[in-house]
């Protein structure tokens, strides 16, 4: 059975920083690109950035919104993934979903996803 | 960046109702097209990718169809358990960008 759990997730003042944690099992993560998606209170999904797999040498793609402060990680022997986040904003006060991505007939999409982490950036 | 809309924002229907969801893109990205449930308070839940392929274990009263620039989420007839927020998201080009969503409750 696939499972991704998030955690990590807190209150955190403007301008400080937090690494968010997905440990994933039921599948082999190195073979598996992995997305993050956002929602903010009462707002809709917005996705936040991509980890490819191994074999595409562990590339990364972000959202204009983070990038430059948020970086996605990995360590596939821990069957593990990161989203480690700095100079936070209040902006960024939202539940946090790590999702594994699959091939979605040529191009990937998520298909299974966490139960979230939810991150408050306020002073 | 390509944005995704979504009509209509909200919609009220009853067990039974067949139901349709639009979903535009403001370019054309072929078929490469998701569709997500998510109820209150719960983790968004995969449905349909490449348009029109449902996900492992989705009901058949789920049907996606479209290309290009327009698309729609269908669901023949509508169970309980239907009632919820439903997203498209483009995945042809990053951003991966969602619409905005369609909540489907109880009239």
């Known amino acids: 059975e696939v499972q991704l759990v998030e955690s990590g997730g807190g209150l955190v003042q403007p301008g400080g920083s937090l690494r968010l944690s997905c440990a994933v099992s039921g599948f082999t993560l190195s073979d598996r690109y992995m997305d993050w998606v956002r929602q903010a209170p009462g707002k809709g999904l917005e996705w936040v950035g991509r980890?490819?797999?191994?074999?595409?040498?562990?590339?990364?793609e972000y959202a204009a919104s983070v990038k430059g402060r948020f970086t996605i990680s990995r360590d596939d022997s821990k069957n593990s993934l990161f989203l480690q986040m700095n100079g936070l904003k209040s902006e960024d006060t939202a539940m946090y979903y790590c999702?594994?991505?699959?091939?979605?007939?040529?191009?990937?999409?998520?298909?299974?996803w966490g139960q979230g982490t939810l991150v408050t950036v306020s002073s | 960046d390509i944005q995704m809309t979504q009509s209509p924002s909200s919609l009220s229907a009853s067990v039974g109702d067949r139901v349709t969801i639009t979903c535009r893109a403001s370019q054309g990205i072929s078929n490469y097209l998701a569709w997500f449930q998510q109820k209150p308070g719960k983790a968004p839940k995969s449905l349909i990718y490449a348009a029109s392929s449902l996900q492992s274990g989705v009901p058949s009263h789920f049907s996606g169809s479209g290309s290009g620039t327009a698309f729609t989420l269908t669901i023949s007839s509508l169970q309980p358990e239907d009632f919820a927020t439903y997203y498209c998201q483009q995945y042809h080009s990053y951003p991966h960008s969602f619409g905005p969503g369609t909540k489907v409750d109880i009239k």
């Open positions: 999702a594994r991505v699959i091939n979605c007939g040529g191009r990937s999409c998520p298909d299974s």
């Open positions: 980890t490819r797999n191994k074999a595409d040498s562990y590339t990364t």
